[in-house]
């Protein structure tokens, strides 16, 4: 075994040049691996757990109902084929008329954390002369905490105080300061689509790092949503938290199949997001695949050339007594150190550019906000790029020391 290693590397020592260039390719491979997952996957997880966090694992709600074809079917039969134009939506409110019984039953299951009600509405936020399109919501402070974790994102923890003070407000980080509102205690015109006005006082700021949801979420007592929008003891969403958020998908049917209505799961509220997720992985791995494809073909060429140059010493190798086996292993040896040498640098140089990268101290602003990037530093990347280096070096290595070991020493002699 060990004269087996001793004239792979001999081979490699050689050809010095081709091995660093193989050597370098590998570790590129490997490095550029690490670090693309390490980047695509830490934005990706902590979007999901901020999504996770911020919103219900489960809404349900009423979902509004409008088949203008329905009316025709219904008069004129189901084989009628016709087509409905400017068709006027019901007028029905989106209230869940037995809440409190939903709030009840559900408490109680075991796999359910918490349930709170919401009353969801739009708003107009004025400050001065600036006036900016808000999403008003109504809440329960104590329930509200049971459902979700409100209080990591409330800047000065201060959601108690919506509940004894009926005319306080939290509003969000963003909205706030496009208002020109840099402190608490100011005081806000909150208008609602039937035309009520109320003053209120800003008493924290909501800040969760998601820019969609710091610039439009505006929070006050539930039961001043329900007076200033005129619709007493009403509300039109119930929000779950759960245990396993990995079954929200199957709790949100068997909640809509016992309640009646319009369930969605987080899962389905981000599908895009997830979606798109899964676009930005393929795109990693196809790159990273591209680059150590090339790089096996840089391995493949130097024992290629290897083999071809030293028909003479494989000859007598074998007229020595080396076995074909023994002439594959010493040429496939010379790709796995190849490949245990570019990972071993592409993992120096991976995690050298994740400390550079977790270094910086930049303001990334978009559709989440954060002081830097946003690392996964799973070692997890570093045992596929273990994997990938040495499956990749194997194969290369392969069909060379393949050809080494079908070759006549005989005819190798005879041809002078």
């Given at each position: 075994m060990y004269h087996i290693i001793f004239i792979s590397l001999k081979l490699l020592i050689e050809r010095k040049r081709q091995t660093l260039v193989s050597i370098l390719g590998v570790s590129i491979g490997v490095a550029a691996f690490i670090v693309m997952a390490s980047l695509m996957n830490g934005f990706q997880k902590y979007f999901i757990e901020q999504a996770i966090d911020l919103n219900a694992h489960i809404t349900?709600?009423?979902?509004?109902?409008?088949?203008?074809?329905?009316?025709?079917?219904?008069?004129?039969?189901?084989?009628?084929i016709a087509q409905v134009y400017g068709s006027k939506p019901k007028e029905e409110k989106d209230k869940i008329t037995n809440y409190k019984e939903i709030l009840e039953k559900y408490s109680k299951d075991p796999n359910i954390l918490g349930v709170a009600p919401h009353?969801?509405?739009?708003?107009?936020?004025?400050?001065?002369?600036?006036?900016?399109?808000?999403?008003?919501?109504?809440?329960?402070?104590?329930?509200?905490?049971?459902?979700?974790?409100?209080?990591?994102?409330i800047v000065y923890k201060k959601l108690d105080t919506i509940l004894s003070d009926r005319n306080g407000v939290i509003l969000g980080k963003l909205l706030a300061k496009d208002l020109g509102i840099n402190e608490i205690g100011k005081k806000v015109i909150i208008t609602t689509p039937n035309g009520n006005r109320q003053v209120f006082k800003v008493v924290d700021f909501f800040e969760s790092g998601i820019t969609n949801l710091d610039q439009t979420r505006v929070y006050i007592n539930l039961r001043t949503a329900q007076s200033i929008l005129?619709?007493?003891?009403?509300?039109?969403?119930?929000?779950?938290?759960?245990?396993?958020?990995?079954?929200?998908?199957?709790?949100?049917?068997?909640?809509?199949?016992?309640?009646?209505?319009?369930?969605?799961?987080?899962?389905?509220?981000?599908?895009?997001?997830?979606?798109?997720?899964?676009?930005q992985n393929y795109i990693t791995y196809m790159i990273v695949f591209a680059i150590l494809v090339v790089s096996a073909f840089g391995i493949f060429n130097i024992i290629m050339m290897t083999v071809m140059e030293k028909k003479k010493d494989i000859a007598i190798l074998k007229a020595v007594g080396y076995q074909e086996n023994d002439i594959i292993k010493i040429f496939v040896y010379q790709g796995l150190i190849v490949g245990f040498s570019g990972y071993v640098i592409g993992s120096i140089l991976g995690y050298g550019i994740q400390?550079?990268?977790?270094?910086?101290?930049?303001?990334?602003?978009?559709?989440?906000r954060a002081k830097g990037f946003i690392l996964d530093r799973s070692m997890v990347y570093y045992l596929y790029g273990f994997f990938f280096s040495i499956i990749f070096s194997v194969l290369a290595?392969?069909?060379p020391s393949y050809k080494a070991s079908k070759l006549n020493p005989v005819d190798i002699f005879r041809s002078g």
């Open positions: 349900l709600k009423v979902k509004p109902e409008n088949n203008p074809d329905e009316i025709v079917k219904l008069f004129f039969g189901k084989d009628v009353l969801v509405s739009q708003s107009i936020v004025r400050y001065g002369t600036v006036e900016i399109a808000g999403n008003l919501i109504g809440i329960d402070p104590v329930l509200e905490r049971k459902a979700s974790v409100i209080d990591k994102f005129e619709r007493p003891n009403e509300v039109n969403e119930i929000i779950f938290k759960i245990k396993d958020v990995n079954m929200a998908e199957r709790l949100a049917k068997k909640i809509h199949n016992e309640t009646g209505y319009y369930t969605e799961s987080w899962q389905y509220a981000y599908k895009n997001f997830l979606k798109l997720f899964k676009i400390e550079w990268l977790s270094s910086l101290k930049i303001d990334v602003e978009g559709l989440v290595s392969f069909y």
